[in-house]
């Protein structure tokens, strides 16, 4: 139905939802409020990831690195913009002006979204005929190495991705859920954990920029394995580091590394796969992930619980960054479709 439209029912949900949380008054209302924002939210990654990469063959590694960096440049910003709002005026007024300033954005940003060039009689930039770049009115066939979503599913290609992504989310979401507790448990203030989570979003803008430009070179299965190794290594420093420019280091790598990992994940399904299915087959990639992810904040809990520690989790953390790396560095792309 184009991204569009979805993006549009996304914004609603997101709106609805922070409104339900300005209004809630028990656990259950805000559970439902928050299921909503996560409807919504869902749609916000993976179509304008797919939409930017149909509108360029020029720059699209830099394109894809662009949008993707504004995940984390609003992390950057929300979370300030939220502590002064509820500083100043209460956490139910905060939940009802990030509703309308969230749902707002992402509704206006979504009317001037079209799915693909061909709907304005154009190719994409940078496959026009003459001079490089130029537009140009005729149409290209579709390619044999597009793939449909069911095509995609048939491909061991396909499930090597979904892998390397759900190896890659469950330590990344232990991380965003723990690293605060780490810093305390650590005895660093949880002011200054949280300081940490900010860099963490804004280094990933920066790496989002660099990385994407040098998959160009070096290939976006590469590139996601240097990102991975890199995580890895990050999540080792943790163990042995201690006091605050430790955690400062780790949140400076790590999110430069690991933060570019979203953008050159959509970049390499679209490698692999084409472009006619791509927001379709990230939706999925990406859904998968999430509900491998989801579980390792709770798993992560429980083993501090039971050993008053974070080490076990933070060495399970490394091997499964460390198996993405491999994985992404062995994996080939699907053989192409026969026309």
């Not at 996304?10 to 209302?29: E, N, Y």
């Not at 930039?125 to 490089?132: A, K, M, S, T």
């Not at 394995?225 to 290594?233: E, F, I, K, Q, T």
């Not at 927001?279 to 989801?294: D, K, P, T």
């Amino acid at each position: 139905h184009g991204p569009r439209g979805t993006l549009l029912g996304a914004a609603s949900l997101i709106a609805l939802g922070f409104i339900g949380c300005s209004l809630a008054r028990d656990l259950a209302s805000m559970t439902l409020s928050y299921a909503a924002i996560g409807l919504g939210t869902g749609a916000t990654l993976s179509l304008p990831t797919a939409t930017i990469q149909r509108w360029f063959v020029r720059w699209r590694g830099l394109m894809v690195g662009i949008v993707v960096a504004g995940t984390g440049l609003g992390a950057f910003i929300f979370a300030p913009l939220t502590d002064y709002l509820i500083a100043q005026y209460g956490w139910r007024a905060a939940y009802s002006v990030i509703a309308l300033v969230y749902g707002g954005v992402i509704a206006i940003a979504a009317s001037f979204l079209i799915s693909e060039p061909r709907m304005k009689g154009l190719r994409p930039f940078g496959d026009g005929e003459g001079q490089p770049g130029k537009p140009a009115l005729r149409i290209p066939k579709v390619s044999p190495s597009e793939f449909t979503a069911a095509q995609a599913f048939r491909s061991g290609a396909f499930w090597g991705l979904a892998a390397i992504s759900v190896l890659s989310f469950m330590p990344s979401f232990f991380l965003n859920a723990h690293l605060v507790p780490y810093a305390t448990d650590r005895e660093i203030a949880a002011a200054d954990g949280a300081r940490a989570m900010g860099m963490i979003g804004l280094a990933s803008v920066a790496g989002r920029l660099v990385l994407t430009v040098a998959a160009g070179r070096i290939g976006w299965m590469k590139s996601l394995a240097l990102c991975y190794a890199v995580a890895s290594g990050s999540a080792v420093w943790l163990m042995f580091s201690t006091g605050l420019p430790g955690l400062y280091v780790f949140a400076g790598i790590y999110g430069f590394f690991w933060g570019s990992t979203l953008a050159l994940f959509g970049g390499a399904v679209s490698s692999f796969f084409g472009l006619k299915a791509l927001s379709e087959l990230l939706g999925l990639l990406l859904g998968l992930s999430v509900l491998g992810g989801a579980v390792a904040p709770f798993l992560a809990g429980l083993s501090f619980d039971l050993t008053g520690s974070y080490l076990i989790a933070l060495v399970l953390a490394a091997f499964s960054f460390a198996a993405a790396a491999i994985f992404s560095f062995l994996l080939k792309p699907p053989k192409p479709q026969v026309p």
